[in-house]
């Protein structure tokens, strides 16, 4: 679809089936006008940031529980 960085001949290609399904009607997105296409645009790029984040989060999540295993581990050694 948009934004994509492989070589021109692919894009070329992508750019003639590019479709938008959207409740349940398909909209050809080279028809759109320039603004929808750039809500498009927009909302691709809000997408992948919004999934960036979550993997950040998921691996905050995993530090914090690693953390955690280790400093329970450290009191127990200490304990003993």
């Not at 006008?33 to 993997?55: N, S």
Request: a negative charge.
């Amino acid at each position: 679809m948009f934004g994509s960085k492989e070589t021109e001949s692919s894009d070329n290609e992508s750019k003639k089936s590019a479709i938008l399904d959207f409740n349940g009607k398909k909209y050809d997105i080279n028809t759109l006008p320039d603004d929808a296409k750039e809500i498009i645009k927009g909302l691709q790029i809000a997408d992948t940031q919004f999934k960036m984040q979550q993997d950040n989060l998921k691996l905050t999540h995993l530090i914090l529980m690693t953390l955690l295993i280790l400093k329970h581990e450290f009191v127990l050694v200490v304990m003993v």
